[in-house]
């Protein structure tokens, strides 16, 4: 027998003006010049306990912390997540590459407050339904051809008791990034398109896209073309919508079923380790950065080259404490739903589907209360690479996570 709960959903826009330097591409130099879609934070309030999904690259913990403390619900009851749109202003403040706009943080956090308040104040008696669409074939990991993807689209509707669908969210684990570094308006990428094509299948209800896995995974373009603001035929607008339309119809043909249960939540604090993968001295390679930067071949390479000797001159000689943050569980009437922070590779999140018991298909979610960047699994570290061995810098952390942070991200969650 299906439960019945209460439950409301809102969405605010939190578009800033033109002006702000853009999140995303270290190759970016110059500011947005406009709005291709809008920004949003999109709430949904299940009894007492929230989600907001901001269209941002990521969110600081701190402002999480203060997200969570003003939404009016109890801290361990609320969890905050960013799309990870690479189309949005730089949203963490000593993160992403450069300066975070003040006005923006606030407009931001007031943004995320507002749309759980707003989803709060909605709540009416509703039913939830749960069910898994098919991969909709958007998703190709970027590290190793023929790699590991998690091609699970979880989905769930809320309706009210006569039927009119609230909302429906859904996720997918694969990075919102067919806009590049030449895109200078702020866009959620094909999350935008997705939303819409759903939102349009229920009219006036409000569509929720949830971040899954994809530290290693993205729409199949090559790596070279994000450290180039030119924009080739795979990184279009007409591209994202494409991809996102192809999200939607998974998600409105996924088989639904109706849930029964209660609702809980929890949450639990981790630590994790940093470990350097730099050799030298930091000096020496902030010369050489800066050298390279002197020389390179575009102005792309050369912002990120002055980045990086920027960062070897402050962030690297920080203290190595560990990172602190904390990992999340819902139960929506028996259908789980798993926070981790930061960009979780796919293998994690089908290492953790695989201890799960039978039952819903569970929401695997990254990017959530907090982006410190990106965390691999063990297996992950001998083939190095970006996400490995130079994100931190992007990041504003003094090193990378030393081996082991993902298992112990997925161990607490599973606990």
Same mark, same amino acid.
């Given at each position: 027998?299906t439960?019945?709960i209460e439950a409301?959903?809102?969405s605010v826009?939190i578009?800033?003006?033109?002006?702000l330097?853009?999140?995303?591409?270290?190759?970016?130099?110059?500011?947005?010049?406009?709005?291709h879609?809008?920004?949003?934070?999109r709430?949904?309030v299940?009894?007492?306990t929230a989600?907001?999904?901001?269209?941002v690259?990521?969110?600081h913990?701190?402002?999480?912390?203060?997200?969570r403390a003003?939404?009016?619900?109890?801290?361990?009851?609320?969890v905050?997540?960013?799309?990870?749109?690479?189309?949005?202003?730089?949203p963490m403040?000593g993160r992403?590459g450069?300066?975070?706009?003040?006005?923006?943080?606030?407009?931001?956090?007031?943004?995320?407050?507002?749309?759980?308040?707003?989803?709060?104040?909605r709540?009416?008696?509703?039913?939830?339904?749960?069910?898994?669409?098919?991969?909709?074939?958007i998703?190709?990991?970027?590290r190793?051809?023929?790699?590991?993807?998690?091609?699970n689209?979880?989905v769930?509707r809320?309706?009210t008791?006569?039927?009119?669908?609230l909302?429906?969210?859904?996720?997918?684990g694969?990075?919102p990034?067919v806009l590049?570094a030449?895109n200078?308006?702020?866009?959620?990428d094909?999350?935008?398109y997705?939303?819409?094509?759903?939102?349009a299948?229920?009219?006036g209800a409000?569509?929720l896209?949830?971040?899954?896995c994809?530290?290693?995974?993205?729409?199949?373009?090559?790596?070279?073309?994000s450290?180039?603001?030119?924009?080739?035929?795979?990184?279009?607008?007409?591209?994202?919508?494409r991809?996102?339309?192809?999200?939607?119809?998974?998600?409105?043909a996924?088989?639904?079923?109706?849930?029964?249960g209660? !609702?809980?939540? @929890? /949450?639990?604090?981790?630590?994790?380790?940093?470990?350097? %993968? #730099?050799?030298?001295d930091?000096?020496d =390679?902030?010369?050489?950065?800066?050298?390279?930067?002197a020389?390179?071949?575009?102005?792309?390479?050369?912002?990120?080259y002055?980045?990086?000797?920027n960062?070897?001159?402050?962030?690297a000689?920080?203290?190595?404490?560990?990172?602190?943050?904390?990992?999340?569980a819902?139960?929506w009437?028996?259908?789980?739903?798993?926070?981790?922070?930061?960009?979780?590779?796919?293998g994690?999140?089908?290492?953790?589907?695989?201890?799960?018991?039978?039952?819903?298909?569970?929401?695997v979610?990254?990017?959530?209360n907090?982006?410190?960047g990106? !965390?691999?699994a @063990? /297996?992950?570290?001998p083939?190095?690479?970006y996400e490995? %061995? #130079?994100?931190?810098r992007?990041?504003? =952390?003094?090193?990378?996570?030393?081996p082991?942070?993902a298992?112990l991200?997925?161990?607490a969650?599973?606990?």
């Open positions: 027998m439960t019945i409301g959903a809102a826009d578009t800033p003006p033109p002006g330097m853009m999140c995303g591409y270290a190759a970016r130099s110059e500011p947005a010049t406009g709005t879609d809008p920004l949003t934070a709430a949904l299940i009894d007492d989600i907001v999904v901001a269209d690259l990521g969110l913990e701190d402002s999480c912390a203060r997200i003003r939404s009016g619900l109890a801290d361990d009851r609320v905050v997540i960013a799309t990870h749109t690479h189309g949005g202003p730089m403040a992403g450069g300066s975070a706009d003040p006005a923006f943080l606030r407009q931001l956090e007031d943004g995320c407050v507002e749309a759980i308040r707003q989803a709060a104040a709540r009416r008696p509703a039913r939830l339904s749960a069910g898994n669409g098919d991969n909709p074939g998703a190709f990991n970027r190793t051809e023929g790699g590991a993807i998690d091609p689209v979880p769930l809320v309706e008791l006569d039927g009119t669908v909302a429906v969210a859904f996720a997918h694969c990075h990034v590049g030449g200078r308006l702020y866009t959620s094909f999350p935008h997705a939303r819409s094509a759903v939102e299948a229920h009219p409000i569509a896209f949830l971040p899954g994809s530290g290693d995974v993205s729409t199949g373009h090559s790596p070279e073309s450290i180039s603001t030119d924009t080739p035929p795979d990184r279009t607008y007409a591209e994202a919508e991809l996102g339309l192809k999200l939607a119809q998974s998600v409105l996924a088989p639904l079923a109706p849930l029964s209660g !609702i809980t939540a @929890r /949450a639990t604090p981790v630590e994790l380790a940093l470990a350097r %993968t #730099e050799t030298g930091f000096d =390679l902030a010369r050489e950065w800066d050298g390279l930067a020389n390179a071949a575009s102005p792309a390479w050369a912002t990120l002055r980045h990086w000797a960062w070897a001159r402050t962030t000689r920080e203290p190595l404490a560990p990172w602190r943050g904390r990992v999340a819902f139960g009437s028996g259908l789980p739903l798993l926070f981790l922070p930061g960009e979780v590779f796919a994690t999140a089908l290492a953790i589907r695989a201890q799960l018991p039978a039952g819903p298909t569970p929401f979610i990254s990017l959530a907090g982006n410190p990106y !965390i691999p @063990r /297996a992950d570290y083939a190095g690479g490995v %061995t #130079e994100a931190h992007y990041y504003g =952390l003094p090193a990378a996570f030393a082991g942070g298992e991200l997925a161990a969650v599973l606990r």
